[in-house]
DNA sequence: CCGCGGGCCTGAGAGC
DNA sequence: TGCTCTCAGGCCCGCG
């Protein structure tokens, strides 16, 4: 579910609402999410004041006073509430619930437990397994042409496949892939290493493609994000952004770029559906 | 190293 | 109404 701006919202709400604040003590509610919750999870929680929270990719990444780092992943279906008052029946799924000092509830609810929660050193952030090989962040004042075409450099794949390897570029899933090809012009089965560079600059479609993902990122973030069915903020607040889908969901639907008169189709690319508009995505 | 296909889970919706 | 099937915003793993 959750792509870089929902995850944002999420960040930017918790960010709000939890700096400064102490967690008094949590609860898991299974053995796991994606993986077992680790022996000394619970201990490293509890009694933490939260300093910062930052973002990389998908991953939240929520800072504890003391040196350690919470990193939650939010999978397909992982939502994060807050509840202000008594801890009333939990529901089901709400696998980790948080109890602040102030008598807040901060719930982690998750059907599908595709997400996660690791703590780890702050330190060690840069070197983690993963969040140390993510590519380079797509929201950032310096991903230009230049990052993407370096980042697209020698990839066999097609580009949408491209876009969704969060070594090439952090935190595009699905939606925003397809809707920044799009507002590129960019068909999604042309291979990646195609658009990188031409006589060592970066071609004309790389030079659309990556301030293209960077203004569709950036106007999702400010619609709080996209809510299909279950994605919401801590506070409730759904995303208004699926209003602005020119491809997503629309298979069968006219294209919405002015003077285009294409149908948008839907089709398969590595197991997940593409949408795009085979009129104005030609190459 | 790279790309691909299967698997992990539950719930919603379509079709019968 | 209820059953079965397919699909969903993501990522890890093993294989070639």
Same mark, same amino acid.
């Given at each position: 579910?959750?792509?870089?701006? &929902?995850? &944002?919202?999420?960040?930017?709400?918790? &960010?709000?609402?939890?700096?400064?604040?102490?967690?008094?003590?949590?609860?898991?509610?299974?053995?796991?999410?994606?993986? @077992? =919750?680790?022996?000394? =999870?619970?201990?490293?929680?509890?009694?933490?004041?939260?300093?910062?929270?930052?973002?990389?990719?998908?991953?939240?990444?929520?800072?504890?006073?003391?040196?350690?780092?919470?990193?939650?992943?939010?999978?397909?279906?992982?939502?994060?509430?807050?509840?202000?008052?008594?801890?009333?029946?939990?529901?089901?799924?709400?696998? !980790?619930?948080?109890?602040? &000092?102030?008598?807040?509830?901060?719930?982690?609810?998750?059907?599908?437990? =595709?997400?996660?929660?690791?703590? !780890?050193?702050?330190?060690?952030?840069?070197?983690?397994?993963?969040?140390?090989?993510?590519?380079?962040?797509?929201?950032?004042?310096? =991903?230009?042409?230049?990052?993407?075409?370096?980042?697209?450099?020698?990839?066999?794949?097609?580009?949408?496949?491209?876009?969704?390897?969060?070594?090439?570029?952090?935190?595009?899933?699905?939606?925003?892939?397809?809707?920044?090809?799009?507002?590129?012009?960019?068909? @999604?089965?042309?291979?990646?290493?195609?658009?990188?560079?031409?006589?060592?600059? @970066?071609?004309?479609?790389?030079?659309?493609?990556?301030?293209?993902?960077?203004?569709?990122?950036?106007?999702?973030?400010?619609?709080?994000?996209?809510?299909?069915?279950? %994605?919401?903020?801590?506070?409730?607040?759904?995303?208004?952004? @699926?209003?602005? %889908?020119?491809?997503?969901?629309?298979?069968?639907?006219?294209?919405?770029?002015?003077?285009?008169?294409?149908?948008?189709?839907? %089709?398969?690319?590595?197991?997940?559906?593409? %949408?795009?508009?085979?009129?104005?995505?030609?190459?």
């Amino acid at each position: 579910m959750p792509e870089l701006p &929902e995850v &944002e919202t999420v960040r930017r709400s918790l &960010e709000t609402q939890c700096v400064g604040s102490v967690v008094l003590d949590a609860q898991l509610n299974c053995p796991g999410l994606r993986w @077992p =919750f680790q022996d000394d =999870f619970l201990q490293r929680l509890e009694g933490c004041r939260i300093s910062k929270l930052d973002r990389r990719g998908k991953y939240l990444l929520v800072h504890l006073e003391g040196g350690d780092a919470l990193i939650v992943h939010l999978g397909m279906s992982g939502t994060i509430t807050i509840f202000d008052d008594g801890p009333g029946q939990l529901r089901p799924h709400d696998h !980790v619930v948080i109890t602040m &000092e102030d008598g807040r509830l901060l719930i982690y609810n998750d059907p599908r437990r =595709f997400g996660s929660m690791e703590i !780890v050193s702050a330190g060690d952030l840069e070197s983690h397994r993963v969040i140390g090989r993510l590519g380079p962040e797509p929201v950032a004042a310096d =991903f230009d042409a230049f990052v993407l075409a370096t980042a697209l450099q020698g990839r066999r794949c097609s580009i949408k496949s491209a876009l969704l390897n969060q070594h090439v570029v952090a935190g595009v899933g699905n939606i925003y892939a397809c809707e920044a090809l799009h507002r590129a012009r960019i068909s @999604p089965r042309v291979l990646a290493g195609s658009l990188a560079t031409s006589s060592g600059k @970066p071609t004309p479609r790389c030079r659309r493609l990556a301030p293209a993902i960077k203004s569709i990122l950036l106007s999702a973030i400010a619609a709080g994000g996209s809510t299909l069915k279950d %994605f919401a903020a801590p506070d409730g607040a759904v995303g208004a952004y @699926p209003s602005s %889908f020119r491809v997503y969901g629309r298979d069968g639907l006219r294209c919405r770029r002015s003077g285009c008169s294409g149908v948008i189709r839907i %089709f398969t690319q590595q197991g997940r559906s593409t %949408f795009a508009c085979p009129r104005c995505q030609r190459s």
